[in-house]
């Protein structure tokens, strides 16, 4: 039979410890946990080693370029969390909070007033940059994102302001986009929208 026993810091503690055996249902379950527990430890800190990066891009740490999966069209972008919620496509109604950066300055965000939440999201249909009405960086970098996923982008000039720029972004300026999707799919007109 294998025993197992445990220290206790006082004398009523030890009176009621109890000594297992394989034989008894108790026993085998105790250890079956134990051996259960040890597994799903070994599996986390694997996993741990894996989002450390993501960890690290949360907290504004740079986050090597080669870690960014680059589009055709020169897009760069980097999933800081995978969300869970319905995926982003063309024709889809998104709602999204961003910060627009430049040389690590924010010129742009949604996140702007409103008490701690931080302002209103912002809503567009994927796939309006075809008309003008959304930047084409923030409408391509949006597709392939699910709600609750956050993601960074690289934006070239040609998909940000291009060789006009606006206000203080000057022309043919790479601009950071960090996107957090609020939400995707068939919202009311009004909601979410500027």
Sequence with gaps: AFRCCSSFSSAEDAAESTTLSLSSSKGRRALMSYFLLAAAGLSISDVAGAVSTSRRALRGAKIPESDFVTLPNGLKYYDLKVGSGPVAVKGSRVAVHYVAKWKGITFMTSRQGMGVGGGTPYGFDVGESERGRVLKGLDLGVQGMRVGGQRFL????????????????????????????QDCGRMKWPFFFK
């Design 154 to 181: 690289i934006v070239p000039p040609e998909l940000a302001y291009g060789k006009k720029g606006v206000q203080e972004i000057p022309p043919n300026a790479t601009i950071e986009l960090h996107l957090s999707c």
